[in-house]
């Protein structure tokens, strides 16, 4: 149920190891939160597509399917926080002060965290997760200085983040080897997903493994009655098989009725919501007399990491960004426009574009765990339940709510089911 990365990864896997598969999609496209389409006739990723060297997972799949990269543009212009506004600033020092913030941030994290692929193989763990990034600002006393520093990575990465537990950071600083570059390069300035983007990885291992995907199929129920699943549809359509790879986010669990409830974990998660906000977007912005930039604005900004993503041969050059600012209209082409040319007013603005996710009915936002909820419930969330396992980035053991951990989470739900469920006991749903 899903076909984005974790519920393509776990149907290609089952269908390997020899079960019948359907791959149920709400949307008319492959993808979920990641999605390859065109913008002014050029090709532009609408959602997730970042990836670092660490990233075993997705780096893999790369590989296997002869999928290429690309790497980010080096910036010409470098605008930083300075004393309340954004001034020009070297690469060098932009690498150095925001270095020092985050050091000053991270303090002995590293020390604590020395299996970042092991959730709570230690104590630390735990009180990590208790405070909130804002917890651990007063903590260390950032000043309002640091804290503009790290905004823009900040909320490009957790969208409205002060609220956000200090160890969902932490966990992203130690996969990035504890270094300032290596995060930036993990968060969105490192390697990227080559011509195809996403949606060629997603298209090959679909046609790979001759997988049947049902577009259209948004599933409003699922019962499982102990000795097979069945499976309802918003178009009337039914279906009854041996297992079901739940693939969504969390968020989306309580849109669907279950016919056996869920556990009180996964209800309670999925009812609250993991970091619900009024905005959660990525935005796109085609200008022209612009050279690579890169912008990191202060705290609350509604773009608050704008950089050149792609360069084409018109000499048209791609702004991309995500934000979280509430009360910002991500998807108005003269607000997008207006807010360029308060930093740039030469620039020309050919044409902009925005996806608001939280207010995509398949998606209801990006993710991030508040101060708590890891601990409370992450195991609880990763568990499979009857005839049921569950797949999303949102509940990988690594790099979680990323790419990687989504391909991560596929292949663990398919192990599972495979594992719980013989070969014998499947059949081909009708």
């Given at each position: 149920m899903g076909a984005g990365l974790a519920?393509?990864?776990?149907?290609?896997?089952?269908?390997?190891?020899?079960?019948?598969?359907?791959?149920?999609?709400?949307?008319?496209?492959?993808?979920?939160?990641?999605?390859?389409?065109?913008?002014?006739?050029?090709?532009?990723e609408k959602g997730g597509h970042w990836l670092f060297w660490h990233h075993a997972h997705?780096?893999?799949?790369?590989?296997?399917?002869?999928?290429?990269?690309?790497?980010?543009?080096?910036?010409?212009?470098?605008?930083?926080?300075?004393?309340?506004?954004?001034?020009?600033?070297?690469?060098?020092?932009?690498?150095?002060?925001?270095?020092?913030?985050?050091?000053?941030?991270?303090?002995?994290?590293?020390d604590a965290l020395d299996r970042p692929y092991e959730p709570f193989c230690n104590d630390s763990w735990a009180?990590?997760?208790?405070?909130?990034?804002?917890?651990?600002?007063?903590?260390?006393?950032?000043?309002?200085?640091?804290?503009?520093?790290?905004?823009?990575?900040?909320?490009?990465?957790y969208g409205p983040y002060l609220n956000k537990s200090f160890l969902y950071m932490s966990r992203w600083w130690r996969l990035s080897g504890s270094t300032y570059e290596a995060f930036l390069e993990n968060a969105c300035a490192g390697y990227r997903f080559g011509e195809g983007g996403t949606l060629r990885l997603l298209s090959a291992m679909v046609s790979?493994?001759?997988?049947?995907?049902?577009?259209?199929?948004?599933?409003?129920?699922?019962?499982?009655?102990?000795?097979?699943?069945?499976?309802?549809?918003?178009?009337?359509?039914?279906?009854s098989a041996s297992a079901v790879v739940v693939a969504t986010p969390p968020n989306l669990w309580r849109t669907i009725e279950f016919a056996s409830p869920l556990t009180e974990g996964k209800r309670i998660v999925s009812e609250q919501g993991l970091a619900q906000a009024e905005n959660c977007y990525k935005v796109w912005i085609d200008v022209k007399n612009l050279p690579n930039v890169s912008v990191m604005n202060v705290e609350g900004h509604p773009l608050p990491y704008l950089f050149t993503m792609d360069r084409f041969e018109d000499d048209t050059s791609r702004l991309m960004c995500f934000?979280?600012?509430?009360?910002?209209?991500?998807?108005?082409?003269?607000?997008?426009?207006?807010?360029?040319?308060?930093?740039?007013?030469?620039?020309?603005?050919?044409?902009?574009?925005?996806?608001?996710?939280?207010?995509?009915?398949?998606?209801?936002?990006?993710?991030?765990?508040?101060?708590?909820?890891?601990?409370?419930y992450l195991k609880e969330l990763q568990a499979p339940q009857g005839r049921l396992a569950f797949a999303c980035s949102?509940?990988?053991?690594?790099?979680?709510?990323?790419?990687?951990?989504?391909?991560?989470?596929?292949?663990?739900?398919?192990?599972?089911?495979?594992?719980?469920?013989?070969?014998?006991?499947?059949?081909?749903?009708?």
């Open positions: 519920g393509v990864t776990a149907a290609r896997d089952l269908a390997a190891r020899g079960r019948s598969v359907i791959v149920l999609e709400a949307r008319d496209r492959l993808g979920g939160r990641t999605w390859t389409d065109t913008f002014e006739g050029k090709e532009v997705i780096w893999s799949e790369m590989n296997r399917y002869g999928v290429s990269l690309a790497e980010a543009l080096e910036a010409d212009i470098s605008l930083l926080p300075t004393g309340g506004k954004v001034m020009k600033a070297s690469s060098e020092e932009t690498a150095l002060r925001i270095d020092q913030a985050f050091r000053k941030l991270m303090g002995n994290v590293s009180e990590m997760d208790s405070w909130t990034i804002e917890d651990r600002y007063e903590q260390v006393g950032m000043t309002k200085d640091e804290r503009d520093l790290l905004a823009g990575l900040l909320t490009s990465n790979g493994s001759n997988l049947d995907v049902r577009f259209n199929s948004v599933v409003t129920e699922i019962d499982d009655d102990g000795n097979r699943v069945n499976i309802s549809t918003r178009s009337g359509d039914t279906l934000g979280a600012a509430q009360g910002f209209d991500a998807e108005d082409p003269e607000e997008l426009t207006a807010r360029v040319h308060e930093l740039f007013p030469d620039a020309e603005v050919v044409a902009a574009g925005g996806k608001n996710w939280a207010k995509d009915e398949f998606a209801l936002g990006w993710t991030g765990y508040q101060a708590g909820v890891m601990t409370r949102e509940i990988a053991n690594g790099a979680f709510a990323g790419l990687d951990g989504a391909v991560e989470a596929g292949v663990s739900a398919a192990r599972e089911i495979a594992d719980r469920i013989p070969a014998t006991a499947w059949s081909r749903s009708r």
